[in-house]
């Protein structure tokens, strides 16, 4: 083992800010700071760390836009496990000109620890999540009792939705009880731990604009009934159909996410992606992401290939999804060991996979390391994909217009086959099952090494290191 710290895991800059002087003097009249505490009491004025609330949810319904929210030490969780509950649930939106901001304040430990439906759920527009932690139940939870729970469909007489405690979401942006005019959009989820959540880790339903970036992401969706993953999109509601990237995936680490409990829509296991783009066709029926089970559609005419799992109620005039025309960034991330695909797209067009690490994913359900499934217009360049023994680079069914080139993987592969790909033994620095751990730059004399195209260019690596070096772009996540 390597006796020398890893590389920093470095903290990023807010990259939206507010560009008009008129602006930024009406923000520091209007703007406060609230703070929140372990210790704090909700009915005190929040003005100052002394003076701090009690609850996130208090603060929830105090902001204005331009507001910054402050979590200073202490567990943050909830008792409700009604339909919808989170430790928080964020319901008042910014403007483009003042986004409202959630902070973990300098040098506090603060941990939101779900045990309702999510941790953080977002409702609302203009939001920035800056550096928070969500640590779920994962540990106190056994495999029998979450397969136990998972295969009821009927409690008491009534339909049964599940235990919450077996499908707490980490962060969920959730637009799906909202008006098509009020879906959540312009969302900054930066600098995050969510691990440990029984349910999804961090999930956007029917959102645009959604930025996730520098975030550590692993070990959720093991006890879930719904097949969730790591990081999911699914269902993208166009805010507008302006060009230009819409979602960004981007300088993440996410390992270990899995499903070991059946998806109960079609008894199978399913999912526990490390990244999933998921349905933004605008048609409903389908199967289900692996393509290898059937799966009845769900009264909103979608797939339920959702990761969040409180149940929804359909209003009987819901208009039908718009078709997303944006396009999504999916770059520079580290996606390890996870149960499903490292990097997948199920039916989704417009994405463009750049300088990606992925590792041995696929443990449970099998799934290739990194995938276009049914999609369209799909970039993939500058990858690392290194799947485990037995498993599989990628996959191809009913694809159309997919460029894939300049990508490194150790088994030969015919599915797509780049003028400029490798197969070659990537040489990584150390393996570990913990990413962050261990170290997966590239070794010297790694061919993945200078070797990149500057097609689609990337500025910085997952780490924040300029690209490209001195002797070029290298693949994967890493520039030397």
């Known amino acids: 083992m390597r006796t020398t710290p890893p590389p920093p895991f470095r903290k990023r800059s807010p990259r939206f800010l507010i560009p008009a002087l008129v602006f930024a003097t009406t923000l520091t009249v209007l703007a406060r700071d609230w703070h929140v505490t372990g210790t704090g009491d909700d009915a005190n004025d929040g ?18 836009p331009g507001d910054t929210v402050l979590l200073g030490d202490g567990i943050y969780t909830n008792t409700d496990t009604a339909s919808g509950s989170a430790v928080v649930t964020m319901r008042t939106s910014g403007t483009p000109d003042a986004w409202i901001t959630w902070k973990t304040a300098p040098g506090a430990d603060a941990v939101i620890r779900p045990f309702g439906w999510s941790g953080v759920q977002v409702e609302a527009s203009y939001q920035i999540l800056d550096g928070l932690k969500v640590i779920g139940a994962n540990d106190s939870i056994t495999l029998l009792e979450a397969t136990t729970d998972g295969v009821i469909t009927e409690k008491d007489g009534k339909k049964y939705s599940g235990n919450p405690r ?16 009020a879906k959540p959009h312009h969302i900054i989820v930066r600098n995050c731990e969510v691990a440990k959540c029984p349910g999804g880790g961090i999930t956007a339903i029917e959102a645009d604009y959604v930025t996730i970036e520098d975030c550590r992401v692993y070990e959720n969706a093991w006890f879930m009934r719904y097949g969730g993953s790591g990081i999911t999109f699914l269902n993208n509601w166009a805010y507008d159909d302006e060009p230009g990237y819409h979602v960004v995936i981007q300088r993440n680490f996410v390992w270990n996410n899995k499903t070991l409990v059946p998806w109960i829509n079609i008894n199978k296991l399913s999912d526990g992606n490390g990244i999933l783009l998921d349905v933004t066709d605008g048609q ?7 393509a290898d089970a059937p799966v009845a559609a769900n009264p909103t005419g979608d797939t339920a290939t959702a990761t969040a799992a409180t149940p929804t109620p359909t209003p009987a005039d819901r208009p039908q999804r718009p078709e997303w025309k944006g396009r999504a960034l999916i770059a520079n991330n580290l996606s390890a060991y996870n149960g499903g695909s490292g990097i997948h797209t199920f039916r989704t067009k417009h994405v463009d996979i750049i300088n990606n690490t992925t590792y041995w994913n696929g443990g449970v359900v099998g799934y290739q390391e990194l995938f276009p499934n049914r999609s369209e217009d799909v970039v993939i360049l500058n990858n690392i994909i290194v799947p485990r023994p037995g498993g599989k680079v990628t996959s191809n069914n009913r694809n159309t217009n997919v460029r ?29 099952v913990d990413p962050t751990r261990g170290d997966f730059r590239l070794a010297n004399g790694s061919k993945a090494l200078g070797s990149g195209t500057d097609e689609l260019p990337q500025a910085t690596d997952i780490l924040g290191n300029k690209r490209p070096g001195a002797a070029g772009r290298d693949r994967g996540a890493f520039q030397q």
């Open 47 to 64: 003005k100052t760390p002394a003076t701090a609330l009690r609850t996130l949810q208090k603060a929830a319904d105090s902001v204005a």
């Open 284 to 290: 409903s029926g389908a199967t289900n992401p692996n």
């Open 404 to 432: 894939w080139d300049y990508n490194i993987y150790p088994v030969e592969q015919d599915v797509f086959v780049g003028e400029n790909d490798i197969v070659a033994d990537v040489q990584f620095l150390e393996v570990d």
């Open 166 to 181: 077996f499908n707490s979401n980490g962060i969920f942006i959730n637009g799906r009880r909202l008006p098509a005019d």
